[in-house]
């Protein structure tokens, strides 16, 4: 994620990951993290039983944070 004001990244956020099941509306997985020194999350995750799911990531600022 970038700060389109100034064209960096952002470091100082909370990731909310969730895979959802579409068939059912269900989440699969839910995950909380914190980007690295890299500004990168990086998550595998593997499926099994080959219905769609869709991914959602929302972003929180932590606090004390600028944005």
Known sequence: MEDA????????VVLQVKAIATEDNLTV?????IPDQQVKLTW???FFDGSPHKIEVET???PGSNH
């Open 5 to 12: 004001t100034i064209g960096q990244p952002i470091r100082d």
């Open 29 to 33: 997985f839910d995950y909380k993290g």
């Open 44 to 46: 595998l995750e593997q």
């Open 60 to 62: 929180t600022p932590l």
